[in-house]
């Protein structure tokens, strides 16, 4: 008796008793086409200055993903889950520009200390319009090629 054919027939069986793959539910799809159509309908990019380094944004998108975009080199240790706030920067200006603190950012900076209202997690503060920020924790030089 060969072993890979218990193998075989286990599978076999598996795989007819799970059945056909499902579908993504239509009320998934349809949320995502909707956010798909929307990210391609406003190509919209806003200036921001970054630790004195004018770069650009999507609006809409994080500082953390502006910076990662233009090569900046920003510390985010936790990988932009608002866990460990190295990303923290210090809005200089344009601060009613940036979208309103969620929950999750109140909490993880009230955490580390970092109670001013101009302080903010680059992962999760959302650029609406022009901002100069500094980094709390910066790194020095661009990302390498």
């Known amino acids: 008796m060969n072993p890979h054919d218990d193998d075989n ?10 059945g056909p793959a499902p579908m993504p539910d239509a009320a998934l799809r349809a ?36 910076a990662l975009k233009s090569r900046t080199r920003l510390m985010h240790l936790c990988g932009a889950r608002a866990l460990c706030a190295t990303c923290r920067v210090k809005v200089t200006a344009g601060e009613e ?15 580390h200390l970092s109670f001013g209202s101009r302080t903010r997690l680059a992962c999760q503060a959302r650029v609406q319009g022009p901002v100069e920020v500094e980094s709390v924790f910066p790194l020095c030089g661009d990302v390498p090629d």
């Open 97 to 111: 520009n940036l979208a309103p603190m969620s929950l999750k950012e109140r909490l993880s900076l009230r955490y």
């Open 9 to 18: 027939a286990i599978a076999a069986r598996l795989r007819e008793a799970a």
């Open 31 to 66: 949320r995502f086409a909707a956010r798909l159509r929307d990210v391609t309908a406003h190509p919209e990019t806003v200036p921001i200055q970054f630790d004195g380094r004018k770069i650009e944004a999507r609006r809409g998108g994080t500082l953390l993903g502006a």
